[in-house]
Nanobody
Framework: QVQLVESGGGLVQPGGSLRLSCAASISRFRLYTMGWYRQAPGKQRELVATITSGDITNYADSVKGRFTIYRDNAKNTVYLQMNSLKPEDTAVYYC?????????WGQGTQVTVSS
């Protein structure tokens, strides 16, 4: 059974940092494009960042220069390093794994940026 388990969310002050992790129980993890998405209350889910099997990254304009996505294929894990956090980054963050016909989602982890 495929599982994506996110961790690392929490409450942080504006300007602070958090690192999210997503551990994937997927065979051939290295072939998947991994992504982080977020959904704030009353808003649609939006892309935050993705990383392909070839380590090509893509970021939403709102997080460029502040967030970094990277992966460790040996650990079947993808990370999202979030720096200079803003209150508007508050959301539930979801991990996604996509390859061919396969598309999986995690349960999400809450990130709250508030003083």
């Amino acid at each position: 059974q495929v599982q994506l388990v996110e961790s690392g969310g929490g409450l942080v002050q504006p300007g602070g940092s958090l690192r999210l992790s997503c551990a994937a129980s997927i065979s051939r993890f290295r072939l998947y494009t991994m992504g982080w998405y977020r959904q704030a209350p009353g808003k649609q889910r939006e892309l935050v960042a993705t990383i392909t099997s070839g380590d090509i990254t893509n970021y939403a304009d709102s997080v460029k220069g502040r967030f970094t996505i990277y992966r460790d294929n040996a650990k079947n894990t993808v990370y999202l390093q979030m720096n200079s956090l803003k209150p508007e980054d508050t959301a539930v963050y979801y991990c996604n794994a996509a390859w061919s016909l396969y598309d999986y989602w995690g349960q999400g982890t809450q990130v709250t940026v508030s003083s």
